[in-house]
């Protein structure tokens, strides 16, 4: 069911201090100590007008405290079959003006054979809550731009080098929001289940590349290294 967050870091800290400091980065997401009480604060505070996925909702939830400009947005997540095991889209009818924009965060949880060890159900809580973050991200990084520079975005997409900028500065923005400990965690999993130092992505799962395209673990800890966010838990 929908409960808040518990962080587990050694010590175990109250559930009311957690949530109090909600949006200060943490190492690890625990979902074992979480109180009723406390998710509800937690729906309530960053559930308006999100459709949360089932058997996900606490860590989507987790994941929705550290994007505090994406209160109010409209985000649906849909649990379905999809080549594609996370993907996040604006919906058409509704890009034109930014306060009028709500998006689709679609999870997989059915794909391709190669895929199906990496899909978010067989992750740990602390792995989700960093996967989620990347694609809530994504709708911080389409929620900032302009019409024209969706469209622009749209047709960049057709360029593989533009996927590359576009996803590693996704990660960028999930680290710098608080979340790159649950980023590396995400990072690492997909690397152990796949046997592989790079991961670029469903649609390279037979072809991978030689470059980084989501940031592999040793530049996220870089990036956490430099953030002085982080210093606290360094």
Not at 28 to 55: C, E, I, Q
Not at 156 to 166: A, E, K, N, P, T
Request: charged share 20%; proline share 5%; hydrophobic share 40%.
């Amino acid at each position: 069911m929908k409960k808040v967050l518990y962080l587990a870091i050694g010590l175990l800290l109250p559930a009311a201090s957690v949530y109090a400091q909600q949006q200060h980065p943490v190492m690890v997401f625990s979902k074992a100590g979480f109180s009723t009480a406390d998710s509800l604060r937690l729906l309530r505070d960053f559930g308006n007008n999100k459709t949360l996925p089932r058997g996900f909702e606490l860590q989507t939830l987790v994941a929705l405290s550290y994007f505090p400009e994406l209160k109010n947005s409209r985000i649906e997540f849909k649990v379905k079959p999809a080549y594609s095991l996370l993907q996040t889209r604006p919906v058409p009818h509704g890009i034109f003006s930014r306060g009028t924009r709500h998006y689709t965060i679609t999870i997989s949880d059915s794909s391709y054979w190669k895929l199906q060890p990496i899909r978010l159900d067989p992750m740990n809580f602390n792995a989700q809550v960093g996967v989620l973050g990347h694609e809530l991200s994504h709708v911080v990084d389409f929620s900032r731009r302009s019409l024209l520079s969706l469209v622009a975005s749209g047709i960049g997409h057709l360029s593989s080098r533009y996927i590359d900028r576009f996803e590693y500065n996704t990660d960028s923005i999930c680290i710098a929001h608080g979340l790159g400990y649950q980023l590396l965690a995400w990072s690492v999993f997909v690397r152990s289940m796949l046997h592989t130092d790079n991961y670029d992505g469903a649609d390279n799962i037979d072809k991978p590349m030689m470059h980084e395209r989501y940031m592999n673990p040793p530049t996220i800890r870089a990036r956490i290294a430099q953030n002085t966010m982080y210093s606290t838990l360094q």
